[in-house]
């Protein structure tokens, strides 16, 4: 997936020679130019949030080897850029792709930040922007150009809180990630447990980069909450269930809930027994029983030595959304690809999603997950699903 570029001169002076009609410079040249749409990708392939890029770009490639590389009856480039999770670098990489490379549509954008910095570009450009990570609730509001194929933070967040009030949970610290996601995470859990009947007694963040989860872990043992509710972003899980067991919190008789960004499949064969029990909410779990996911998890694992997780998930249906709209706009890109892409239902590897037509954003189920070992390895294993759950962030 290496880019190719005509050298300028050849390209100036075809396209001058067919302006004339006395085409006589490298004919072939001109079509294969005409023929071809680009998608311009842009991930975290390197930085903390490398993990994400490493998923998405293998999925994208199994997508690929999968469905070839042709649709709307043109040829298919994927440019992959990385931005290594740096704001300014994705707003550059945006504008290049677009005024350079003349792509069709955006895709990517590992975290919220970087959706959001690439947002006006789609807007004044009229390109489609596929969010196959970021997942804060707003993101689908910053441009009209935005889909989106990953999930809302509000999804995940109302689903647990539901969850835990049914569950004998009365009691709740929450804790995360002090951004955009983060933000959504504590407020729909709050309010939505509180609306049950539930009482959460301190809400704590950490900074999006840090590390150490030791200071509000004390906070969290001298609170004895009945539950912890976490999100951090994929990546972190790992690292924060080693802290949770070193400070022999999953000993204290304080539950652990989260959403499925924590307990995360890219990670979860690494975290041992710490993890075991914990339930969580989310859409896609690499255990999701169909025969879908089944194909799809077989072909991931056969191509990459990982597992794939949710984040994978995202970038396979961002290129089914594409690929699809693709071939509705006869290879159209701006509002006639856009238009294309609304709308679309189909069947996930994750479960049934849709497309809504009028938010842009992705309506699916979200399952509540227990973590278990399975095999000898562990696994989310999905015990209940919500139906075709909206972001509660459109709804108000
Ligand atoms: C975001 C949300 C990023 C959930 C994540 O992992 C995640 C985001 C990198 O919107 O920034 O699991």
Do not use: C
């Not at 100036?12 to 005409?34: D, H, K, R, Y």
């Not at 949970?169 to 609306?195: H, M, S």
């Not at 022999?248 to 027994?273: N, R, S, W, Y």
């Amino acid at each position: 997936m290496k880019t190719y570029r005509y050298p300028q001169t050849l390209l100036a002076s075809a396209s001058a020679a067919l302006v004339a009609g006395t085409l006589a410079l490298a004919p072939g040249l001109v079509l294969a130019q005409a023929n071809t749409v680009k998608i311009g990708v842009i991930l975290p392939m390197t930085g903390p949030s490398a993990s994400t890029g490493r998923q998405i770009d293998a999925a994208i490639k199994l997508w690929v080897a999968q469905n070839g590389n042709k649709a709307g009856g043109k040829t298919v480039e994927v440019i992959i850029k990385d931005d290594a999770g740096v704001a300014d670098t994705t707003r550059r990489l945006a504008q290049e792709l677009v005024v350079n490379d003349k792509v069709v549509a955006l895709a990517g954008f590992g975290l919220t930040p970087l959706a959001l910095a690439s947002a006006p570009i789609a807007t004044q450009s009229k390109t489609p922007m596929v969010v196959m990570a970021a997942a804060t609730s707003a993101i689908t509001e910053a441009s009209p150009y935005i889909l989106r194929t990953s999930f809302t933070l509000p999804q995940a967040a109302v689903s647990i809180a539901d969850w835990a009030a049914k569950n004998k949970i009365k009691r709740v610290v929450t804790l995360v990630a002090d951004y955009g996601p983060g933000n959504d995470a504590e407020k729909y859990f709050y309010e939505r447990f509180r609306l049950n009947g539930g009482q959460v007694l301190d809400k704590l963040r950490t900074p999006l980069r840090g590390a150490d989860f030791a200071p509000v872990l004390q906070k969290v043992r001298d609170a004895a909450p009945d539950a912890l509710f976490v999100f951090l972003p994929s990546g972190q899980g790992a690292a924060f269930m080693k802290q949770y067991a070193e400070r022999g919190l999953d000993k204290a008789g304080i539950k652990l809930i989260a959403t499925g960004d924590v307990t995360d499949d890219d990670q979860l064969g690494d975290m041992g027994d710490v993890a075991l029990g914990v339930v969580n909410a989310h859409h896609y779990s690499a255990a999701h029983d169909s025969p879908a996911n089944k194909k799809f998890v077989d072909a991931f694992q056969a191509a990459n030595k990982f597992r794939p997780n949710f984040m994978a998930v995202g970038g396979y249906d961002g290129m089914r959304l594409l690929y699809t709209g693709l071939n509705t706009s006869k290879g159209a890109g701006g509002d006639a690809l856009l238009a294309a892409m609304k709308g679309q239902l189909f069947e996930s590897p994750r479960g049934p999603v849709l497309i809504d037509a009028q938010t842009r954003d992705i309506v699916q189920d979200i399952y509540i997950r227990k973590v278990e070992r399975v095999n000898g390895q562990l696994y989310n294993i999905e015990f209940d699903t919500l139906k075709q759950v909206k972001d509660p962030g459109k709804l108000k």
